[in-house]
């Protein structure tokens, strides 16, 4: 079955984390309007570190309950991020090809998306649409579907506590350590 990915990521400490929600297309509208029926009123969208504890956990618990499945990729780094994201971002990848996933959404880091764009050219090589994935960078104030990939990657960064609150929706963690 074909599937979408959305996807951002968190930073703690030495550890770097992307979180990719998964979602059949065929729940894409349904998702969306839940996602947006979230937001308090003059909020353009959805992002953990901007939310107090109440509104965190009601956000968790009801990310928890939408018919879409999480996939966490983690490794850890010292000096530089990018290299654990990319590590991260590759595997997600050719996990996403392997399920014959059509469509990627990455949230926009704006200048620092070429780096994720030179994995997926490696990765895709030069024909990409002869792996029929296609992917983008876009704001996540224009894809509400990434604010699932930001509550569940802060959720997982927070601790214990923080992850049981979305275990219902976690289908793998892959430690690339």
């Not at 979230?38 to 956000?59: A, D, G, I, S, T």
């Amino acid at each position: 079955m074909t599937v979408h990915a959305f996807v951002d990521e968190s930073a703690r400490a030495d550890r770097y984390l992307i979180a990719a929600a998964i979602v059949d297309p065929a729940h894409v509208r349904r998702l969306r309007q839940a996602m947006r029926a979230l937001l308090m009123p003059k909020q353009r969208e959805l992002h953990c570190n901007h939310e107090k504890p109440v509104r965190r956990r009601q956000l968790a618990d009801s990310i928890a309950r939408l018919p879409v499945e999480v996939a966490f990729y983690t490794r850890s780094w010292h000096q530089h991020d990018e290299p654990a994201r990319q590590d991260c971002l590759d595997r997600l990848v050719r996990d996403l090809l392997a399920r014959q996933a059509h469509r990627l959404v990455i949230d926009t880091r704006n200048q620092r998306d070429i780096h994720d764009e030179r994995t997926m050219r490696r990765l895709l090589g030069p024909h990409p649409s002869g792996s029929k994935l296609v992917y983008e960078h876009v704001d996540s104030v224009c894809e509400p579907l990434l604010w699932i990939a930001d509550v569940a990657a802060w959720c997982f960064g927070a601790g214990r506590d923080w992850r049981k609150r979305i275990d219902p929706i976690v289908a793998t963690t892959t430690n690339l350590d």
